[in-house]
């Protein structure tokens, strides 16, 4: 023979589950709004480290491609646009864009494309370009493959021109970043580097309740 259980008990069990409820929705709703935070930290932090396996898993690789090919193609076009006006030169020049399209998109649809894209690096159509590679492991405060400086007695300045060029490799300065939803599947990140600066961004979508990848660019220059 059961025991009844008293109201107030009854009352107080019924609050209990109740709370718990609502805590457990909280939660949830507040890891689904900030899941594709967590999916970009993921994603960069892998990307920066050439971590292909976890790359794999935020990344969308057919869909960036096909992606990459039409904004590529598009920002080829508006380039050609602005030149072949009295060009003769123009229809080359639109052929030669073609041909580099197949081997720029795959050079960025790589880790190290995307690590370029979440860095503020993104492909801007000129012939032969590759995303950078990463830097080697440091040794001394000297990247790997350097060897020792020569003594400083037999050691001379740089040349302008030398100095030029390694200005112009030095690594650009991290973009101003602003990133939110547009529309509850779709995650917009905007990269700019300056004021009147071109600016371009990444999307990442829904890949089932929890889950974000990159599965597209928007190269608006």
């Not at 030398?162 to 917009?188: M, R």
Request: neutral net charge.
């Amino acid at each position: 023979m059961s025991v009844p259980v008293p109201a107030r008990n009854r009352r107080r069990i019924s609050a209990f589950v109740m709370t718990i409820v609502v805590v457990a929705v909280i939660a949830a709703l507040g890891y689904g709004y900030a899941s594709p935070y967590v999916a970009l930290d993921r994603l960069k932090r892998a990307a920066d480290a050439r971590d292909a396996e976890t790359v794999n898993e935020y990344v969308d690789f057919p869909a960036l491609r096909d992606s990459l090919k039409q904004q590529v193609t598009g920002l080829l076009a508006r380039r050609l646009d602005v030149q072949h006006n009295g060009n003769p030169l123009a229809a080359i020049g639109a052929m030669i864009g073609v041909a580099l399209i197949g081997p720029l998109v795959d050079a960025y649809a790589t880790p190290d494309g995307v690590a370029a894209l979440l860095n503020g690096m993104p492909p801007r159509g000129e012939p032969g370009e590759r995303p950078p590679e990463p830097a080697g492991p440091t040794v001394n405060g000297a990247t790997s493959g350097q060897t020792d400086a020569p003594p400083a007695a037999t050691a001379t300045a740089p040349a302008p021109s030398a100095a030029s060029t390694l200005a112009q490799q030095a690594p650009p300065q991290p973009p101003q970043t602003t990133a939110g939803y547009h529309g509850i599947n779709e995650f917009v990140v905007t990269y700019q580097h300056g004021v009147g600066d071109a600016h371009y961004s990444a999307i990442l979508r829904r890949d089932g309740l929890f889950s974000w990848k990159l599965s597209a660019v928007d190269l608006n220059d």
